[in-house]
T-cell receptor
Framework: KQEVTQIPAALSVPEGENLVLNCSFT??????LQWFRQDPGKGLTSLLL?????REQTSGRLNASLDKSSGRSTLYIAASQPGDSATYLC?????????????FGQGTTLQVKP | DAGITQSPRYKITETGRQVTLMCHQT?????MFWYRQDLGHGLRLIYY???????DKGEVPDGYVVSRSKTENFPLTLESATRSQTSVYFC?????????????FGDGTRLSIL
């Protein structure tokens, strides 16, 4: 059974710092991996999606990497800002099925202090 | 506006009552999903649908019923609500694609069962 783990559960950093959020999964047979952002009381916003054949994706100050063989993904946030404060979730789309089902980690809650 | 709309945003009801959560998407995406989000469990898949009139169980389907008579709507019904079903419910949609289609989420319904 696929399990997704995110460490740490919470992180507090000063503004301007570069940071890395970690995601690990137990079964390397994934279709893709997606990083989401969730603000309090809101739904999930898709940040980056990495297909199983890719190693990384970039969007602005965000860079996500994927190492399937080791079951790991990282989300790198450059020059963090207070507006980046949110919970970040990673999710894997398991196996080769095209059903689109996602398995989520429990998230890392990020606080960026001014 | 295009997107996913969930209603109601907040609902309080009593044990034993039937309650239906609505989800409407304007993209004509094939796939739709229902998740529940709980502290300590993260996001878990309840049901999903690959197309109109095609639905299947997710990880935690017991006590829930879904239907999909139209592509754009995917209601979730709690037939006889229990306190353990107090949660935040999210609807999502996506195209199947070839591993490059992200899931898009609504803002959620916060359901309290007394």
């Amino acid at each position: 059974k696929q399990e997704v783990t995110q460490i740490p559960a919470a992180l507090s950093v000063p503004e301007g710092e570069n940071l890395v959020l970690n995601c690990s999964f137990t079964d390397s047979a994934i279709y893709n991996l997606q990083w989401f952002r969730q603000d309090p009381g809101k739904g999930l916003t898709s940040l980056l999606l990495i297909q199983s054949s890719q190693r990384e994706q970039t969007s602005g100050r965000l860079n996500a990497s994927l190492d399937k063989s080791s079951g790991r993904s990282t989300l790198y946030i450059a020059a963090s800002q207070p507006g980046d404060s949110a919970t970040y979730l990673c999710a894997v789309r398991a196996g080769s099925s095209n059903t689109g089902k996602l398995i989520f980690g429990q998230g890392t809650t990020l606080q960026v202090k001014p | 506006d295009a997107g996913i709309t969930q209603s109601p945003r907040y609902k309080i009801t009593e044990t034993g009552r039937q309650v239906t959560l609505m989800c409407h998407q304007t993209w004509s995406h094939s796939y739709m999903f229902w998740y529940r989000q709980d502290l300590g469990h993260g996001l878990r898949l309840i049901y999903y649908s690959a197309a109109a009139d095609i639905t299947d169980k997710g990880e935690v389907p017991d006590g829930y019923v879904v239907s999909r008579s139209k592509t754009e709507n995917f209601p979730l019904t709690l037939e006889s609500a229990t306190r353990s079903q107090t949660s935040v419910y999210f609807c999502a949609s996506s195209e199947p694609g070839q591993g490059n289609q992200p899931q898009h989420f609504g803002d959620g319904t916060r359901l309290s069962i007394l």
